[in-house]
């Protein structure tokens, strides 16, 4: 690679990251006005056409506010966690696949699983180092909810990885042209979609920002600039996941504005979730995860793995 191609990724990811973060304002904007119709009232409609610019107005009041931090915080690790939240997150979408070839990605998958088993990290660092109970509670109850709902999680991709046998993401563009995946695994796709929701702290498994009992959670200490970074890496984990979603399931046509309506469609349906269902009881999701999505993530991979096997069979027999 010479120094002009390197140039030119750097600036092609940099341009990525503004495009995520202008879909980050916009998706907050979405939920406000989406919450507000669920609810009978009408959102954010206040400042310029129908409340357009609200989330500028919103950016522009977090990062002028004056930033605050305890005084018996572990200052650094408390400073640097949401910096580093945003980061992973923004780091993800650099495996999206793209046809123009921006980073070509053979373990993209891999990539994928590592920066969000990091995430969990960013989590628990910024509720141990603002060094306040509700604060800690928060980050050990995100550490404790991602080692049950990841390993399904990761048992899903492998029934996949076996099916295409690839880590590409771009191979499941390629061998969703004839068929969506989501016709042989619906069941697979609603526990994914349940796993996206507690992978992201959203409703009804948002119980490291359990606001009726742990006053926010994990960034309860958190003021303007730093809170304004966490909001930021989850909204665009979200994005994320439906960006997934829609790969994996349906049918991934990225050169189509079709792929883009599906994301808006799957990010809507989070903001949905939250507008229609209450919090999930902490002890059932361990429940829901252990004993009811990896007893059928297993089965599922086992199919898989049965199925590659038998069409392996087949062409060597013809």
Do not use: H
């Not at 010479?2 to 907050?28: D, G, Y």
């Not at 009408?42 to 056409?49: A, D, E, T």
């Not at 990885?161 to 609603?190: E, R, T």
């Not at 979603?245 to 799957?266: D, K, R, T, Y």
Request: hydrophobic content about 55%; proline content about 3%.
């Amino acid at each position: 690679m010479n120094w002009l191609e390197f140039l030119l990724s750097i600036v092609s990811s940099l341009l990525l990251a503004i495009c995520v973060i202008l879909s980050v304002a916009f998706l907050t904007l979405l939920e406000r006005k989406v919450l507000g119709y669920i609810q009978i009232r009408k959102g954010p409609n206040k400042v310029g056409l129908m409340g357009i610019p609200q989330p500028f107005c919103d950016v522009i009041k977090l990062f002028t506010k004056e930033q605050t931090y305890p005084l018996v915080s572990n200052y650094i690790s408390y400073y640097f966690s949401p910096v580093f939240s945003l980061f992973l997150s923004l780091s993800l979408w650099m495996s999206m696949p793209y046809l123009v070839n921006l980073y070509s990605f053979n373990l993209g998958i891999l990539f994928f699983l590592c920066c969000t088993s990091l995430g969990a990290y960013t989590v628990m660092i910024a509720g141990w180092s603002s060094n306040s109970n509700y604060a800690l509670l928060g980050g050990l109850r995100a550490v404790a909810q991602t080692i049950s709902y990841e390993v399904s999680l990761i048992l899903i991709l492998l029934s996949f990885v076996f099916l295409i046998g690839s880590f590409n993401f771009m191979d499941f563009y390629y061998y969703q042209k004839f068929g969506w995946f989501i016709f042989i695994s619906f069941p697979l796709a609603l526990i994914w979609f349940v796993s996206s929701l507690a992978e992201t702290n959203r409703t009804p498994f948002d119980f490291a920002e359990g606001e009726s009992e742990l006053v926010s959670g994990f960034n309860v200490e958190y003021s303007s600039g730093g809170f304004a970074l966490i909001f930021l890496s989850e909204y665009s984990s979200i994005l994320f996941m439906s960006m997934l979603f829609s790969l994996f399931f349906l049918g991934g046509m990225i050169n189509s504005i079709i792929f883009f309506l599906e994301l808006v469609f799957i990010s809507f349906s989070f903001i949905w979730v939250r507008g229609t269902l209450p919090r999930f009881r902490y002890d059932k999701l361990m429940y829901l995860a252990w004993k009811s999505f990896l007893p059928f993530s297993l089965n599922c991979l086992m199919f898989f793995i049965g199925l590659k096997l038998l069409l392996l069979g087949v062409v060597l027999w013809i």
